[in-house]
């Protein structure tokens, strides 16, 4: 099956920094998309992104399907943006989903 | 408000017991899906279902069984051949091609 890789691990950011998170997949892709899951369990879809760049708000995000990787850009973040970002990978004519280990971000004030 | 829900929030099992977590959706998805997570660790699948009636084996379904009757409904038992069941449970559904996740159940085999 297919293979997910994220980084970092894990991340720790002063309030108002940037960040870049990573996601790297071993085979070719139709679905890509991006989750963050808050302290209390909670997984909230972030993003839809088989390939290109698309922006909502402070987050965005970029595939490059051709080389493999998904980047997900968190602009000044805030408190609120801690959790786990994970991303989620799904093969052609495939109703599954590949979940990476996550990277787990603590904003600090 | 259209959503999917999940029951219980907590639950605590005896060894040897079979237990049911309910999953509702409102949504009017025809793919659902089960997933568990262990601490520290991604989103395992477990079952999925993509019509009524019918439902397939993830990664790791032994231990587990499911149900479909109907569209809105998605319950999932754990059985007592689960050997390590504690963990936390969550529910999903796919609405043009992006997936929505239920609050989650905490299992908790005493």
């Known amino acids: 099956g297919i ?28 679905n890509l998309q991006w989750f963050h899951q808050n302290p209390w369990g909670q997984l909230i879809n972030l993003f839809y992104i088989p390939s290109g760049t698309k922006q909502n708000g402070r987050l965005s995000a970029t595939t490059v399907a051709t080389e493999r990787y998904s980047l997900l850009y968190i602009s000044s973040s805030q408190t609120t943006d801690s959790g786990v970002y994970f991303c989620a990978v799904g093969g052609a004519g495939s109703y599954q989903l590949t979940f990476g280990k996550g990277t787990k971000l603590s904003v600090i004030p | 408000d259209g959503g999917i829900t999940q029951s219980p929030k907590y639950l605590f099992r005896k060894e040897g017991q079979n237990v049911t977590l309910s999953c ?18 991604g989103l395992r699948l477990i079952y999925y279902s993509q019509i009524v009636n019918d439902f397939q084996k993830g990664d790791i379904a032994e231990g587990y069984s499911v149900s479909r009757e109907k569209k809105e409904s998605f319950p999932l038992t754990v059985t007592s051949a689960q050997k390590n069941p504690t963990a936390f449970y969550l529910c999903a559904s796919t609405g043009d091609r992006q997936q929505f996740f239920g609050p989650g159940t905490r299992l908790t085999v005493l």
């Open chain 2, 24 to 41: 509702e959706q409102n949504l009017n998805h025809d793919a659902m899906y089960w997933y568990r997570q262990d601490p520290g660790q």
């Open chain 1, 3 to 30: 293979q997910v890789e994220q980084s970092p691990p894990d991340l720790i950011l002063q309030e108002g920094a940037n960040s870049t998170l990573r996601c790297n997949f071993s085979d070719s892709v139709n």
